[in-house]
């Protein structure tokens, strides 16, 4: 699991019109090859009347698929350059589909590159873009008499507390970036002389929006 990856928030959609086009960027994401191909194909059912529904999609953990399909425009004028937007943004399990109807005017190689460039930039800041940290769980036992401390220490730290047990002692469930175990361990038991019971619980990703 990576540490931290950059992708979608979710599914969006944008629209933007160039020479008379219509350029529809639809967004999502896609944690398998199989989920992209079916939201490309629930769009191409959607827009069946379109001139043409180009799409490109990047997933894995190391961007091993990677994908492309102009749909019948001239050859790397439409899925490249919406690939190309995704490595850019250095983008993780993310399709993007942009849907054309033709106005008319033709807008030649290069213009059709930049203008399914802008359309998936422009989808894709419309959607947003989340940084997804790999967290774990940590979980520190301590009597009463350092909740106070514990709790306005953490509060103004670098770590989030998830949650606060109430039982015969207290439990404090922190999320912990998956490399800062071990100095958030070593803190605590400074914090408490010792006096803590610090285990590690499951892994998870935090999610946090980009630009926000």
């Known amino acids: 699991m990576l540490p931290r990856y950059y992708t979608v928030k979710g599914y969006g959609e944008n629209e933007i019109v160039i020479q008379k086009s219509r350029f529809i960027a639809y967004v999502t994401r896609a944690e398998s090859e199989a989920d992209a191909q079916e939201f490309i194909q629930e769009i191409k059912k959607k827009h069946w009347d379109a001139t043409h529904n180009c799409s490109a999609y990047m997933i894995g953990e190391h961007d091993q698929i990677q994908k492309a399909n102009d749909d ?21 399990d993310t399709v993007v589909v942009i849907t054309r109807y033709f106005g008319g005017i033709k807008l030649g190689a290069g213009g059709l590159i930049r203008a399914y460039g802008k359309a998936t930039s422009e989808g894709i800041d419309f959607t947003g873009i989340v ?60 914090l408490t002389n010792g006096q803590s019971v610090i285990t590690e619980g499951d892994r998870l990703y935090l999610e946090e929006e980009v630009g926000k």
């Open 131 to 190: 940084e997804r940290k790999l967290m774990r769980i940590m979980h520190t036992k301590i009597d009463y008499t350092w909740l106070g401390k514990l709790e306005n220490e953490l509060r103004s730290s670098v770590y989030s507390i998830k949650d606060i047990h109430y039982l015969d002692n207290v439990e404090i469930e922190t999320f912990v970036e998956e490399d800062q175990t071990e100095s958030f361990t070593n803190w605590m038991v400074e």
């Open 72 to 92: 019948g425009e001239p050859s790397g004028t439409a899925g490249v350059p919406i690939l190309e937007v995704l490595k850019k943004k250095h983008l993780k």
